[in-house]
């Protein structure tokens, strides 16, 4: 009896989606084991058992923990910028800084954000790979976006001459965290709705007085 032609067919290659698709599993376990054991206590050995691949992988497609972390910290930066990235976005600077505040706070307030942000202070003391891993998957990636935007000549042009346009990022990522002190603290005091809104709108303007000419 002859074999359908089907069932000869040799398997062809994982599809483009279909390695995206376990690449952000394996992401994911490990978001989950940094969160419930810290990151120096995870091996990649557990992690590997956990998103059922070999720790070769997690070698070949991350370089290692550290890379994973990164990773993390780069789909979460995807998921909040997408295709609008602020360094291209031409619409009148208040509403570029207004849209990227309102997106920024809701992530930096996220139960998992505030609960990988105590895992790295936590630890980053006595983990110098841990420090530069989350710094370099996140925040200076952030920072260097926004100091590209504020340095584009239509929006400088908009700014005190006097202003340290590489101090801005930080100084306009201050003024939208607000009190992170107490965030870690009391996180139950956090304000909610309104309130949230309210404040953060508050802050805004207070930026937006010490760098715009014309406010």
Known sequence: MSIPPSCTKPA??????DIEARNQELIEAACRLFL??????????TIAREARVAVRTIYVKFGGKAG?????????????????????DMRPLREVIDDFARDFYALLIAPEAIAM???VIAEAGSNPELAEAFF?????????????YFRRPDVRSQLHDDVPLEMLPAHLIGC??????GRFLFPDAEPTGDEARAQL???????????????
């Open 136 to 148: 370099e998957g996140g925040p200076r990636m952030t920072r260097e976006m926004l100091e590209r």
């Open 117 to 119: 942000q105590r895992v």
């Open 176 to 181: 939208i965290g607000g009190d992170p002190m």
């Open 68 to 88: 994973l972390l990164r990773a993390a910290l780069a789909s979460r930066r995807e998921r909040l910028f997408g295709e609008h990235a602020v360094d291209t």
């Open 12 to 17: 062809g290659r994982p599809k483009a989606a």
């Open 36 to 45: 419930e054991h810290g990151y120096t206590r995870v091996s990649l050995e």
């Open 201 to 215: 709108a508050a802050r805004l303007e207070l930026f937006y007085r010490s760098v715009l000419k014309n406010c």
